[in-house]
């Protein structure tokens, strides 16, 4: 260990700073031998480790003598954490000027232009890159809380890689994302993979069996929807009475959508729940149609579970099922 202090970052000062495990036996090792090794005892195999106690301070070589002495452990210690004192402090300064110093880059980036129509507080875009890098710089500037209608079901597997490291980014710097999918979404493999990861992330994802546009809203403050049927344009709203507008939209459709266990999902447990989910839905008078929609099922799927639900209750028709699932036996 040299006198100079410590580079690199925090963690990885830590961790060069503590001996491995095969550094600390042969410390050990020195230490019940007298606390002295001849250069010339040293074997092949421990020149790395002789080595890496070098760097750390805990053997000096004696030139004159051809040994290493074994260095008091306080001391090293002592020594290595004045130099993370000295360099945790220039860290923290470094943070405090880090604002003043890509100032000019950050005035350049505001004042970059983006390409785009303006209309007011309403911008209108076009091309699916140009959309989709302002909605990457959307989701840089704006980072406490996403909502998303995202009609079609599956997602495309290509993308869910990128959405899914953009999930962990964004819930991890303290966001809140919430997403409605059509309820597909539950059948398609990979997009169901990737719903149960975010999810454990913290996001939330429902499903909702009805028709509905697709929407992006960033903090409360910037919306984005369709400009075109095959979605090549997009506008970008930034009007308050607008946005309020569409986030209570979303609120409305978030209420409707049905909540999914996704880590159930994925791992082929959510089955054992279809029979109770399907009740709930019966006893509310849907339809056998809008539950498999509603659930992403077959209606082949639905009647199955609804012949043997009839049979535990015993029910002749849809009507008394739904109504002694209600619980109508009981009255």
């Known amino acids: 260990m040299t006198d100079r ?3 690199g970052s925090l963690p990885e000062m830590l961790d060069a700073s503590v001996p491995d495990t095969a550094a600390r036996d042969l410390y050990l090792t020195i230490l019940r031998a007298g606390g002295r090794l001849l250069a010339s005892d040293v074997r092949d195999a421990d020149r790395d480790t002789v080595s890496q106690l070098v760097a750390l ?46 100032g000019d880059l950050t005035q350049a980036y505001e004042a970059a232009p983006r390409n785009i129509d303006r209309s007011g507080a309403v911008q209108h875009v076009h091309g699916m890159s140009e959309i989709r ?38 819930l991890g710097h303290g966001g809140a994302m919430r997403t409605i999918y059509e ?24 499903l909702l069996d009805q028709p509905f546009k697709r929407l992006l809203i960033f903090d409360r403050t910037v919306a984005v929807i ?10 970008f709203i930034e009007d308050p009475a607008m946005v309020e507008f569409l986030v209570g939209f979303f609120e409305q459709q978030w209420q409707q959508a049905e909540g999914v266990d996704w880590a159930a999902v994925v791992n082929g447990t959510a089955e054992s729940q279809l029979p109770a989910q399907i009740g709930r839905l019966l006893s509310q008078g849907l339809t056998q149609k809008s539950i498999a929609n509603r659930l992403g099922l077959s209606e082949r799927t639905v009647a199955g579970h609804i012949s043997r639900l009839r049979e535990q209750y015993d029910a002749d028709t849809l009507f008394q099922l739904g109504w002694q699932m209600r619980g109508g036996r009981g009255d």
């Open 133 to 170: 890098h302002l909605v990457s710089r959307l989701a840089q500037d704006y980072r406490q809380e996403v909502l998303a209608c995202q009609p079609g079901g599956a997602r495309p597997p290509e993308h869910l890689g990128d959405s899914l490291n953009q999930a962990r980014d964004y």
């Open 57 to 102: 301070g805990l053997l000096v070589l004696n030139i004159a003598d051809a040994a290493y002495s074994a260095v008091n452990p306080r001391a090293v210690s002592e020594r290595i954490s004045s130099d993370l004192r000295t360099t945790g402090t220039r860290l923290l300064l470094r943070a405090e000027q880090l604002p003043d110093l890509l």
């Open 226 to 235: 369709p400009a075109s049927a095959d979605n090549t344009s997009a506008t």
């Open 183 to 206: 309820p597909a979404a539950r059948l398609h493999g990979p997009t169901a993979e990737y719903c149960a990861r975010a999810a454990a992330l913290g996001g939330g994802i429902r």
């Open 5 to 7: 202090p410590l580079s």
